[in-house]
């Protein structure tokens, strides 16, 4: 198998990432508007050059603790069957090119949520990269 | 797709078109079999279909059209005339049309139905000594002998030849036997066809998509030319500003245009409606007359094909259940002839339809009774229902009253389909009825659906958009009154709307929002969802703009609060609240049964036929006039430091135009102001303006103050006084009607409108 290469962001101290050819673009924190009474996981509406993007909270996403007060999400826009959708991310990382024998299926004893959202693991030198299951990630119906 | 393809599927689309035009004709030919031009124009239709088929190679089309030509040829020549059986026959000849071209569309091929028994009967009904085709052929003989392509021998001997049984076209003939120069011969045919078609040249055709793109992205320019003109606003560089106003006209202009490509009279969906009745209507044995008026009422295509269904189902519903039989009708003392009444009109940015019968009416007993027997209703909430409740549970799922299924309708699948499809574009539906007298349903949908006009309200520091569509009025409450007015009956909020209890909904609530403290202002915005009304209080009312609907995306399934967003000005994203939605999530459709409101003003606009609805003010002495809606333009605020002066008439500058400001108080003398408390605060600094418009002419009425948009009787009891055309009651009061072209004139305006023309 070829070597891919990922976008890779941080989310509450873990290391995800993205493949690239499913990665729209990555902008700065965008004014959001809210959607009273959508679900939690939805921070907002944002305008992409004319168009309506929903943005999700990743953190949100994974059962994670709120995002501490002050820092600002950036948003990784992703392609999926039903148009954009904008990620937020605590940081961006660097595109990194990885190893496909690195690879390895997420353990069984990840609790299932979790382990819904994501395909699986890189082993690096000294960290995990968590690959996104971006479809599920970026889709809100369980 | 070739270029054969394209020869095809024009010829196709082209056929269906004229198929409806004949299916109008020979409708319009029962009522008087002896319309030559209505002859002459179904005879085309058949006539052209079966020269194209022969030409594009579909020889079944073309052999089948052809028996067709005949028979209508010699209905044309007068040497036959139409009888019942004909007119079916005919009707059956255009389905077999259709459904070939449908074939042909579908496959490419004819399809292999046959249609030999139409043939024979149209043969049979034909049947005469007359040869087929002679008259058509002799003026195609006559063009070429006065063009001296052939003589009137070889044209007679010709026709001759096809009488004994060639069967090839009379220019072919004369090419083949007569030596006829074939280039000419052609020449000739394409100046018949030619002398038919030449309406066609003025339009062209263009794929939808196309369309529908370019909308798209005129949807995107408005939004861009929205934030423009609000970047503008805080420049002062002055090119600049002129720059933006142009782009803001030019997109404007460019908008309505983009609108106008899409849009279709009405009458295109309608044209099948003769048709649909006159089958359904056999087949039940009833007579029933349709009646079509506002045909031409455009609409937006989108809108179009979503309505077709709504509207067809609607008027099948009328004549399988609504009107009677003859002989019930006979017995009734009604006339045997059922009557079908289908009319639109455009009325404040919406196309309005209404679909009414003369037939037996909803029977709010029976209705009743379904509804308790299909659990749709305890007995208890049946009986304390109105009868104009019980007929709108027609629209509940799984509702039918007919007591017999038929296989046209009453299966219970429909009229709420029928309220879902025409909800879901934005319109409402409505249906009042008298038993014995009638049905009418009126359906109000909006014009267009990619850009509407929209109120932009805030709540808990968000903007949200809600469609003016829905909009009824907006009523602001200040000072302390606001403390009161607000009241509660079993904990649920409602306000006093002259003298009828409003519900309310607090959007915030609503939203989950968190209101910070107190507000001493309750801005009302007086909403209508389906025919109930409702009060939303929101934070603060912003504006309103033209915005672009854009869908929201999967994440918001089920969430029917917003029907979905917006950009605004500012390039940041708004929600826009769906009217409906809330309405029912609230409860304020299905459980309040609080109607008085409703049926109050039903009540007026039933107790007299003709109302118009008319703008209620104040006038400075402190009495109230009334002026018609349809004269109104705009309400504005202005400042009375902008006021300028023009010799010694007042002017304002309004919206690039100067405006003539007329004071009542100085053009009726018996309103002159009535002085109070000295006199001081008669300059206030805000002056109420209704911008009136009298044909080309437009003028600033000052009026004290705007009280109230009503629906004004039109019945009158004439005014004395100039400026005045009568009086009539308004809630209770004795109003005055003002004359506007006579104050307009008092004032001095119409000399000026008159010159201006002149030039």
Known sequence: MAD??????????????????????????????????????????????????????????????????????????????????????????????????????????????????????????????????????????? | MSELDEVVNEFVVESYENLDQLDRDLLALEDDPDDPGVLASIFRTIHTVKGTCGFLGFAKLESISHVGENLLSRLRDGELRLTPDMANALLALSDAVRAMLGEIERTGTEGDTDYSALRETLTRLNAGDAPAGEAEDERLGEMLVADDVATEEQVTEAVARQIL??????????????????????????????????????????????????????????????????????????????????????????????????????????????????????????????????????????????????????????????????????????????????????????????????????????????????????????????????????????????????????????????????????????????????????????????????LIVTSGDERFAIPQINLLELVRIDGAEAATAIEHLHGTPVYRLRGNLLPLVHLHEHLGQVRDGERDVINIVVLRADDRTFGLVVEGISDSAEIVVKPLGNHFKGLTTYAGATILGDGRVALILDVMGLAQQANVVSETRDRSMTEATERVSEDSEETTAALLFRTPDDGRMALPLSLVDRLEEIAATSIEHTGDSEVVQYRGDILPIVRLSQVLPERRLVPRNGGDELAPDILQVVVVRNGEQRAGLVVEQILDIVRQPVALEPGARSGVVGTTVVSDRVTEVIDLPAVLSMAGLDERASVAAGV
């Not at chain 2, 002398?195 to 949807?219: P, Y």
Request: with cysteine; proline share 4%.
């Open chain 1, 4 to 142: 891919r290469q990922f976008c890779t962001f941080y989310i509450d101290g873990h290391y995800l990432g993205i493949d690239v050819v499913e990665v729209q673009e990555v902008i700065r924190y965008q004014a959001m508007t809210p959607v009273p009474l959508a679900a939690p996981e939805v921070s907002g509406l944002i305008n992409l050059r004319g168009q309506i993007v929903t943005a999700l909270d990743l953190r949100q996403r994974f059962g994670m603790p709120e995002r501490p007060e002050g820092t600002l999400p950036m948003n990784v826009v992703v392609r999926t069957n039903d148009g954009s959708v904008s990620l937020l991310v605590d940081e961006i990382g660097d595109v990194l090119d990885v190893d496909d024998r690195t690879f390895e299926r997420p353990p069984e004893t990840l609790d299932a949520a979790t382990r819904r959202l994501v395909r699986g693991a890189y082993k690096l030198d000294g960290q995990l990269l968590l690959v996104l299951e971006t479809d599920r990630a970026a889709a809100l119906a369980a």
């Open chain 2, 165 to 454: 049984g060639d069967e090839r076209k009379i220019g072919q003939i004369l090419v083949e036997e007569a030596g006829a120069p074939a280039t000419q011969v052609a020449k000739v045919l394409e100046r018949q066809t030619e002398a038919r078609g030449s309406v066609a040249d003025s339009t062209i055709r263009v794929d939808v998509r196309l369309l529908d793109n370019l909308m798209t992205l005129v949807g995107e320019l408005v939004l861009a030319r929205n934030q423009i003109v609000q970047l503008v606003t805080e420049q002062d560089d002055t090119t600049l500003i002129a720059t933006s106003q142009r782009l803001s006209l030019i997109t404007t202009e460019l908008q309505e245009g983009a609108m106008k490509t899409r849009m279709q009279p009405i009458g295109n969906v309608w044209s099948k409606f003769p048709r649909v009745v006159r089958d359904l209507a056999a087949a039940c044995n009833k007579a029933v007359r349709v009646e079509m008026k506002g045909e031409e009422t455009e609409l937006d295509k989108t809108i179009i094909e979503s309505i077709k269904d709504p509207l067809t189902h609607l008027v099948r519903n009328a004549v399988d259940h609504g009107i009677e039989p003859r002989e019930a009708r006979v017995a009734m003392g009604k006339p045997a002839e059922g009557r079908l009444l289908v009319r639109a009109f455009h009325e404040g940015g919406q196309v309005n339809i209404e679909i009414s019968d003369d037939g037996g009416g909803i029977d709010a007993t029976k209705v009743r009774a379904k509804a308790v027997e299909r659990g749709l209703l305890t007995a208890d909430e049946a009986a304390r229902m109105t009868e104009r409740d019980l007929c709108q549970l027609i629209f509940e799922p799984g509702f039918s009253t007919a007591d017999q299924i038929t296989n046209v309708s009453g299966r219970g699948v429909g009229m709420d389909v029928v309220k879902t499809n025409i909800e879901r574009i934005g319109g409402t539906v409505d249906v009042t009825t008298a038993v014995g007298e009638g049905t009418t349903f009126r359906i109000k949908i909006p014009l267009t659906l990619a850009i509407i006009p929209a």
